[in-house]
């Protein structure tokens, strides 16, 4: 991809969008870059085609920014696997638009009655596209201004996500050695995957780094919660808990932290397999008593006979709600069950949810095994893990000070399901609502609006939604400490069962 001189044209349209005036020179800067890029890709889809001279600009954006010293360190692989991250991001956000310039296009054409071609989708695409990659972005920013801001706007996130994120791999490069890796030396990230989780706090995601030592997890939060969660399970191995569940290891630093890069695999053998579900039955009783949520599929990964719950910041969630349901209900709000409504949000992301694909799943030669012959197994774990915490009193005071600890601290708490966030943004991103920033903002502010929230928090919530982020929020709590004794209650057990059986 080449560049050439190219005028373009004037920025008027975008006195809708919000860009401050300090940013418009930004903008100014990236239609200018924009302007002069010619088509690279000699394959793929329209929408890949037009988004690269975006990726292309970002990437020269963040070298030129970036401190020579530190760029060194990210290898050209690395940097084009960061290029792919940020074109793939721009065709999400492109593609509505698009495909309804693309639709009109075509029957544009048709009405021609250019015979023998309109039927040519290469035919089409040529036409569409031009000869450059501004001939088609100049006009469809001209028709949705909005567009134009949010490619500015990821652009600039991204950027300063990655500059964050290898910088602090810079930082923190010899206590990583000793901490992940037996001092090995970390000279170079050989590969960097950006967008391994949604993105919260001006576009920031969860991060894969690979090095020659290995791979390590970079997360932008705190990691409070994953390091509360593999402290039990270390207590829960040091006081007998069979089979031991594994507990990965987490560095912690000032806003952020690292963690242990989590390969799947599958289980050896049906013993092995057996060994699995008991650990998930103790992992799901640890989450019960941690009074967790957002344990879904998305977040555990099956590395062998070891169940890992990688993400864990939603710890202590408990609300009014959460004290008028009875510890079946609790037990559902892990999210680790389905529930007897296959097609339901629950079902389709629960960890024990009926589904032939996902690394959380347990597998035996690659093949997926089915939950419902393992129901023994997860009671005999959920049932050995609550006696394992809370079956002596000595145990159970133990226990008391980590909630006591956990709930000192400022921790995530989820008003909605990401679901229904992802929902908003997706539909703030077709093309009516790219022609104007305001109609836009009342769109999104409309579809967060409800009774059961602060005006404040919806406020939040669509400002966190106008930047692509899915909203993110923590808070501490003071409600009083729980009732769970050392008896296992007989209806846990029930509730279990049945959860399966549907299933």
């Not at 923190?172 to 993105?199: H, N, Q």
């Not at 040091?238 to 987490?250: E, G, I, N, T, W």
Request: charged share 25%; net charge positive; hydrophobic share 40%.
């Amino acid at each position: 991809m080449r560049r050439t001189s190219t005028q373009i044209p004037p920025l008027a349209f975008l006195d809708d969008v919000s860009t401050p005036a300090a940013g418009k020179s930004g903008m100014q800067r990236m239609m200018t870059a924009l302007a002069g890029i010619e088509f690279a890709m000699p394959s793929g889809s329209p929408l890949m085609k037009l988004c690269e001279p975006g990726a292309r600009y970002g990437m020269e954006e963040f070298e030129a920014t970036i401190s020579p010293g530190l760029l060194v360190s990210v290898s050209p692989k690395a940097r084009l696997s960061l290029k792919r991250s940020l074109r793939r991001d721009l065709a999400r956000i492109t593609r509505p638009c698009l495909e309804l310039e693309r639709t009109s296009f075509a029957y544009a054409l048709q009405a021609l009655g250019l015979p023998g071609q309109t039927n040519d989708p290469e035919f089409v695409d040529r036409r569409f596209l031009g000869a450059k990659p501004c001939d088609r972005l100049f006009p469809m920013f001209k028709r949705f201004p909005v567009l134009a801001d949010l490619w500015f706007q990821l652009i600039s996130q991204w950027r300063c996500h990655v500059t964050e994120v290898v910088t602090r791999f810079a930082r923190d490069r010899r206590a990583l050695s000793r901490a992940f890796f037996s001092s090995r030396p970390l000279r170079k990230i050989a590969d960097l995957r950006c967008g391994l989780s949604d993105s919260h706090n001006n576009g920031r995601t969860v991060a894969r780094l690979q090095c020659e030592a290995g791979s390590i997890i970079y997360k932008p939060r705190s990691g409070t919660g994953e390091w509360e969660w593999f402290s039990l399970l270390d207590w829960m191995n040091s006081h007998s808990f069979q089979p031991k569940p594994r507990a990965a290891r987490v560095m912690r630093r000032e806003g952020y932290c690292w963690m242990e890069h989590v390969e799947p695999a599958s289980c050896k053998d049906e013993a092995a397999a057996r060994r699995f579900y008991q650990r998930i039955g103790g992992m799901i009783a640890a989450a019960y008593l941690l009074k967790a949520v957002d344990c879904h599929r998305e977040n555990v990964i099956a590395s062998g006979e070891y169940p890992v719950l990688v993400d864990v910041d939603a710890l202590w969630h408990v609300s009014p709600l959460t004290k008028t349901q009875s510890p079946a209900d609790v037990l559902y709000r892990t999210g680790f069950f389905p529930n007897s409504n296959q097609r339901s949000l629950q079902s389709r992301s629960s960890v024990l949810g009926r589904t032939t694909t996902g690394k959380h799943l347990a597998r035996i030669a690659g093949k997926p095994l089915p939950v419902a012959n393992f129901t023994k197994e997860i009671i005999r774990g959920f049932t050995n893990a609550w006696h394992c915490i809370l079956g002596t009193p000595s145990r159970r005071a133990a226990f008391l000070r980590r909630l006591h600890r956990i709930r000192s601290q400022e921790r995530r708490w989820i008003y909605w399901a990401t679901a229904r966030y992802a929902a908003i943004r997706q539909a703030s991103i077709q093309p009516a609502a790219l022609r104007s920033q305001v109609e836009r903002d009342v769109l999104i502010a409309r579809l967060c609006s409800r009774r059961s929230v602060t005006a404040t928090l919806v406020e939040a919530e669509s400002h966190a939604l106008q930047r692509l982020d899915i909203p993110y929020f923590i808070r501490k709590t003071q409600e009083p400490m729980p009732s769970d004794k050392g008896t296992l209650p007989r209806n846990l057990s029930t509730a279990i069962r049945r959860a399966l059986k549907s299933n």
